[in-house]
């Protein structure tokens, strides 16, 4: 069975720092892999997504994802966030076309 | 860009209720999804349908149905509501499973607390 673990359930970092959100997953077969985002009373926005090819994922807003599959994880990484960042991320592994999440990661940026 | 959307974005229900919760999409989409989301759980499927009048339990079914009889339209009920089914219900639509895109459109969500 497939499933996701993001390593940290909040991250509190400053403006204009780096950032990385953990996620790693459990499959014995191929994996699709994405990323999603929350803004406060919203619905899940996509960031990137990991179909195949290259391991290094570029998605909106300057987030990047690698896929690492020795490591079984894809961590989302920004070079320097901004306020705007302040949401709820998501981890996702497919599962024959259904998308299962892990428990979110609570990012906190800080003036 | 393809819509979801979800009727309600807050409801108060009383314990033994029924209630549905609907989701319309504009787009054509073959798949569509009810997922809650709960604290420290982040999402968990419900049920999902590939097609009209098709319905496939997730992985927390219990206490819910749901309805499709038009392609568009994915309606969640919850047949006698608890206060365990407080939560926050996100209804998603997909392509289909074959496409590559594989990504997920969401609504904006519904809120639901059950008093």
């Known amino acids: 069975a497939q499933s996701v673990t993001q390593l940290d359930s909040q991250v509190p970092v400053f403006e204009e720092a780096p950032v990385e959100l953990r996620c790693n997953y459990s499959s014995s077969v191929s994996v699709y892999l994405f990323w999603y985002v929350q803004y406060p009373n919203q619905g899940l926005q996509l960031l990137l997504k990991y179909l195949s090819g290259s391991t290094l994922v570029k998605g909106i807003n300057g987030f990047e994802a690698e896929f690492n599959k020795s490591q079984t994880s894809f961590h989302l990484r920004k070079p320097s966030v901004h306020i705007s960042d302040t949401a709820e991320y998501f981890c996702?592994?497919?599962?024959?076309?259904?998308?299962?999440f892990g428990q979110g990661t609570t990012l906190q940026v800080k003036p | 860009d393809v819509k979801v959307t979800q009727s309600s974005r807050y409801l108060v229900k009383r314990t033994g209720e029924k209630v549905f919760l609907e989701c319309v999409q504009d787009m054509d989409h073959e798949n569509m999804f009810w997922y809650r989301q709960d604290p420290g759980l982040g999402l968990r499927l419900i049920y999902f349908s590939y097609d009209v009048k098709m319905k496939e339990k997730g992985d927390i079914p219990e206490g819910y149905s749901v309805s499709r009889e038009k392609k568009e339209r994915f309606s969640l009920i919850l047949e006698s509501a608890s206060t365990n089914q407080t939560s926050m219900y996100l209804c998603a639509s997909q392509e289909d499973s074959d496409s590559t895109n594989y990504g997920y459109t969401f609504g904006s969500g519904t809120r639901l607390t059950v008093v």
């Open positions: 996702a592994v497919s599962r024959t076309g259904k998308l299962i």
